[in-house]
Every structure is written in C-alpha cells, then in structure tokens.
Nanobody
C-alpha cells in the first residue's frame, strides 16, 4: 500500500504561482512513477504530468508544458508540482497518484494504483 497526501492548493490570481506537494508513505519503493491529474467541475480527470522514480524523468500534458514542473525530495519522500503562469483554466482539484507498473497507460487514470484525496486550486482572472 502507498498512502498519498496532497497539500498546497489555494486561491491565486492569474499569472501567479503555486507549489503542490504530494507526501508519500508506505511501500513507496515499489512505485514506478508518480502522476499528477486534475479534475475541473463537470469534466473528466485529466493527466497533468508524471515523474519516474528511477530516472527522474518527467512527461507533461501539452496544456501545462513550460509552465508546470514536477520534482522530488528524496529525503522527504515528497513529489512537488510547481505551477507558474497560472491561468483560470487551471482551476481544478489536483490529485497525485502512484503507479506500480510500467505496463499501464500512465497518461490515464487506470494506469495508477493509489490516489491522494486531492487539493483545490482556484485561479482568478
């Protein structure tokens, strides 16, 4: 089991920045990748980006590329989502998730085994 807790959400003006944290505990060594997703009201949960534990490599959705950055603190076992140049359309509940297999589609919800509770990000215009 992997337990994930997100934090850092809030209200920010367009153009501002926020950093979300995802603290992982439990059998984190068995995770292959960590993903970030977001879900806006009335919309499907959408892929934002992912971080590969072993290589530190990252992949981002086109909508956030160049504005969002995923990083990791090995000591704290925490993954971060740094969000810059925020837009109103970035408003959503943001979730982190852990994938234990490389064989799933890591751009889809189904590729992940464990999820955090989510944190709200609201960007005002």
């Amino acid at each position: 089991q992997v337990h994930l807790v997100e934090s850092g959400g809030g209200l920010v003006q367009a153009g501002g920045s926020l950093r979300l944290s995802c603290a992982a505990s439990g059998h984190t060594f068995s995770s292959y990748a960590m993903g970030w997703f977001r879900q806006a009201p009335g919309k499907e949960r959408a892929f934002v980006g992912r971080y590969y534990w072993s290589t530190g490599g990252t992949v981002y959705a086109d909508s956030v590329k160049g504005r969002f950055t995923i990083s990791r603190d090995n000591v704290k076992n925490t993954v971060y989502l740094q969000m810059n140049s925020l837009k109103p359309e970035d408003t959503a509940v943001y979730y982190c998730a852990a994938a234990q297999s490389r064989f799933g589609d890591l751009s889809q919800r189904a590729g992940y085994n464990f999820w955090g509770q989510g944190t709200q990000v609201t960007v005002s215009s």
